[in-house]
C-alpha cells in the first residue's frame, strides 16, 4: 500500500487516514503527507531503516552498544535532528547524542554564568555533504565525520581533501596521473562495463524533513566522480546504453501488482510506501533504468562481451520482495540480473549480499529456488537489527533447503578479519560446491568504516580482498550491484577499490591471516553446524573449530580452577603446621563418611 502525498486526493478521505499537514512548495503545488506530524520513523525495526551510530533504534534512545563500532555519535535517516541548542558553544564537539536530545535548556542547577539563549533566536546550522549530519553554523568541519563543509567530495570524490575548502584538485597520486595518461587507450577494449544514467540522480526525496535522507542523489555523485577523477571511468571501463526494464521482465520477480503500485508514483508529486521509502514523479523512471542496467550487464557478461562489470545504479534494490517495496528499494536489481543471466545460458547464480542489512526480498524471491543460491553476511543481534530477518537456521524452504545462507553477526563494529574469515570457511566452500555459472555481488558499503547507518568497520582493502576471493568462480564471470552506502567518502573509496580489482588490479593490502573476533567466530561456528548438513565441504572446518572450541574450554575451566584454589588456600600453607588445612581447602582430598 503506497502512502500518497497526492494533491487530487480529497482533504475529507485524508483526514479519516492520518493526521494531514499542507506546505505550500516553491513552485506553487501542495504536498499532502499522510504521516503523523512528527515525522519521526522507528529506527531499525519493522517499519524504518535508519542508522545505529550511537542510537538505539528499535527503542528510539542512545545506544548503549559497547560493540558498536566507534564512539561516534549519529542520527537516523528520518529520525528528528531538529534545533540543537549546544549549552556551552565550546563544548558541543564533545557532547553525546544524549546530551543533544534530552538537554534542559532551562536546568536551574546549572550553577555557570551561562545564560539561555533568547526563545525566539533561530539557530543557523548546516547538514555535512559527506554524511548528512547536523552541524551549528560556526562550525567548519562535521563534528562527526571531520568533513569540511565546503568540501569538493562532490567534484572530485575521495581524492578530495577532507579538510580543506574545495579549490579545485591540485595534486593526485602518481597511480592516479599515470591512469590518466592510460585513459587514451580506448575503453572498448575494456573488459569490465559499467552501467550508469544520470537520470537516475532525479530519484530524490521531495521535501527534506528534518534532515535529510541517507538514500540520496549524492551517493552516486560521489562515486562517478571519484571514478572520474582516478580515470577509471570515463576511461578504463566502457559504458552500456540504458533502457528501462520491460513489465514483462519485472513480472518474473515482483507481482503486476507491486509494478503497478511503483509506476503510479509517476503520477504524482511525492509518495511514500513507507516511511523511510519515498518516491517522486522521476522514481518509477529510475527504478525502470536501474534494473534495465543491471539486466543489460548481466547479459553483457554470460554472452561474454564482457568478462566482468559494475552497475552503479539507484534506487537500490535487495529489500524490495516480491510484492512491497521498503528500505529505501522499489524495484529488486539483483533479483532481475539473476533472471536475465539465466535467461542467457547462466544455469546456476550465485549471489553474494555484504550489505549490513539482510536483504530480505532477494531471500524470499528466491527462497524455493535451488539454482540460485544466496549468500548474506549482515548485522542481525537477534533479529533487532533492520529488517529483523536473516538469522542463521533461514536455509531456504520447499526443497531449496541449504541455498539460502546467512551469516548474521551479533554485533556492530565488525571489520575486515570477520567478513574475510567467514569468506574463508563459509562463503567461498559452500559457493564452491555450489559451481555458480553466473556471480552476482549485491555490494552495499554501509558495513565501511565511518558509515552513520551500518556502525562496522570494513575498508576498501576489505571490499576489495573479498572481490577478488569472488573472481575465481564463474569463471570471472562477475556483476557488482551498488546497494546500500551513505557516508560518500567510505562508499566512494570503497567502489573505486572493487571495480579496480575488476579490471584486474591486485587488492593490495594482505589479509589472508585474519583472526576474527570472539563473536564472529561464534557466528562462524553457528553457521557452519546449520550449514553442514546441506554442504560437505563445510564439515573439515567444522570439525577443526570444534575440537578448538573444546580445547580452549578445557584450557578455561583448568585456570579457572587454579584462580579458584589460589583464592581460597594461599600457596604458602603447603608446607608447615598448615599442610592439613591447605589440602582440604583445595580439594586435595575428602572426609569420606562411614556406613554403619
Not at 525495526?45 to 559497547?66: A, I, K, V, Y
Not at 570439525?543 to 584454589?565: E, G, P, V, Y
Not at 603446621?577 to 580439594?587: C, D, E, I, S, V
Request: glycine share 8%.
Amino acid at each position: 500500500m503506497i502512502l500518497a502525498e497526492n494533491p487530487h486526493v480529497s482533504s475529507e478521505h485524508s483526514l479519516a487516514s492520518e493526521t494531514l499537514q499542507m506546505s505550500r512548495l516553491t513552485n506553487g503545488e501542495a504536498e499532502i503527507s499522510l504521516h503523523k506530524p512528527n515525522n519521526q520513523v522507528q529506527c531499525q525495526g519493522s517499519n524504518g531503516r535508519c542508522g545505529n551510530l550511537g542510537f538505539d533504534g528499535m527503542n528510539g534512545r542512545p545506544c548503549r552498544d559497547e560493540n558498536c563500532g566507534k564512539e561516534d555519535i549519529g542520527v537516523s535517516s528520518r529520525d528528528a535532528s531538529t534545533d540543537v541548542l549546544s549549552k556551552k558553544a565550546t563544548q558541543q564537539k564533545e557532547m553525546t547524542l544524549e546530551d543533544m536530545y534530552n538537554q534542559d535548556l532551562n536546568d536551574d542547577d546549572d550553577d555557570s554564568d551561562w545564560e539561555p539563549f533568547p526563545q525566539h533566536v533561530e539557530i543557523v546550522k548546516w547538514f555535512c555533504t559527506n554524511c548528512t549530519m547536523v552541524n551549528l553554523d560556526d562550525v567548519v568541519h562535521c563534528d562527526i565525520c571531520g568533513e569540511h563543509r565546503e568540501s569538493g567530495i562532490l567534484r572530485h570524490g575521495f581524492f578530495a581533501s577532507s579538510l580543506l575548502q574545495d579549490s579545485g584538485l591540485t595534486e593526485i597520486g602518481a597511480d592516479t596521473r599515470e591512469r590518466h595518461k592510460g585513459s587514451q587507450d580506448s575503453a572498448s577494449n575494456s573488459s569490465t562495463a559499467v552501467g550508469f544514467d544520470e537520470r537516475m540522480l532525479l530519484h530524490s526525496e521531495v521535501q527534506m524533513k528534518s534532515h535529510p535522507h541517507p538514500e540520496r542523489p549524492d551517493r552516486i555523485r560521489a562515486i562517478a566522480a571519484s571514478l572520474a577523477t582516478a580515470g577509471i571511468f570515463p576511461g578504463r571501463c566502457y559504458p552500456i546504453s540504458a533502457r528501462e526494464i520491460t513489465r514483462e521482465e519485472l513480472q518474473m520477480v515482483h507481482s503486476l501488482e507491486h509494478i503497478e503500485a511503483v509506476d503510479h508514483t509517476s503520477h504524482m508529486f511525492s509518495s511514500y510506501f513507507t516511511p523511510d521509502t519515498y518516491a517522486n514523479e522521476h522514481s518509477a523512471h529510475a527504478a525502470r533504468l536501474a534494473a534495465g542496467l543491471c539486466a543489460d550487464l548481466a547479459k553483457e557478461i554470460v554472452s561474454g562481451r564482457a568478462k566482468n562489470g559494475f552497475a552503479l545504479v539507484r534506487p537500490p534494490g535487495h529489500h524490495a520482495g516480491v510484492r512491497q517495496a521498503m528500505g529505501f528499494c522499489l524495484h529488486n536489481n539483483a533479483a532481475v540480473a539473476a533472471l536475465a543471466a539465466q535467461a542467457s545460458g547462466a544455469k546456476k547464480v550465485l549471489i553474494v549480499d555484504w550489505d549490513v542489512h539482510h536483504g530480505n526480498g532477494t531471500q524470499e524471491i528466491f527462497d524455493q529456488n535451488k539454482s540460485v543460491l544466496y549468500i548474506s553476511l549482515h548485522r542481525h543481534e537477534g533479529g533487532k537489527f533492520y529488517p529483523g530477518t536473516g538469522a542463521a537456521d533461514e536455509v531456504g524452504t520447499m526443497g531449496a533447503e541449504g541455498y539460502c545462507v546467512n551469516v548474521p553477526w551479533s554485533r556492530g563494529g565488525v571489520g575486515d578479519n570477520d567478513y574475510i574469515f567467514a569468506f574463508q570457511h563459509v562463503v567461498l566452500p559452500i559457493a564452491s560446491e555450489f559451481a555458480p555459472d553466473f556471480t552476482i555481488i549485491s555490494a552495499g558499503f554501509d558495513a565501511a568504516r565511518g558509515d552513520p547507518l551500518g556502525c562496522c568497520d570494513v575498508t576498501p582493502a576489505g571490499y576489495a580482498k573479498m572481490t577478488h576471493m569472488l573472481t575465481d568462480l564463474s569463471g570471472g564471470k562477475l556483476l557488482v550491484i551498488l546497494e546500500g552506502g551513505y557516508n560518500l567518502r567510505s562508499i566512494s573509496s570503497s567502489a573505486t577499490a572493487v571495480i579496480k580489482v575488476l579490471l584486474g588490479e591486485s587488492p593490495g593490502c594482505e589479509l589472508d591471516n585474519t583472526l576474527p573476533s570472539r563473536s564472529g567466530l561464534q557466528t562462524v561456528l553457528e553457521v557452519l553446524q546449520i550449514q553442514n548438513k546441506y554442504w560437505p565441504a563445510l564439515g573439515s572446518s567444522l570439525t577443526k573449530f570444534q575440537s578448538q572450541c573444546s580445547m580452549s574450554t578445557n584450557q578455561n575451566k583448568k585456570k579457572q580452577i587454579k584462580k579458584r584454589r589460589r583464592a581460597l588456600a594461599p600457596i604458602w600453607w603447603k608446607g608447615g603446621r598448615k599442610t592439613l588445612l591447605y589440602r582440604l581447602l583445595n580439594g586435595h582430598f575428602h572426609l569420606k563418611r562411614r556406613c554403619l
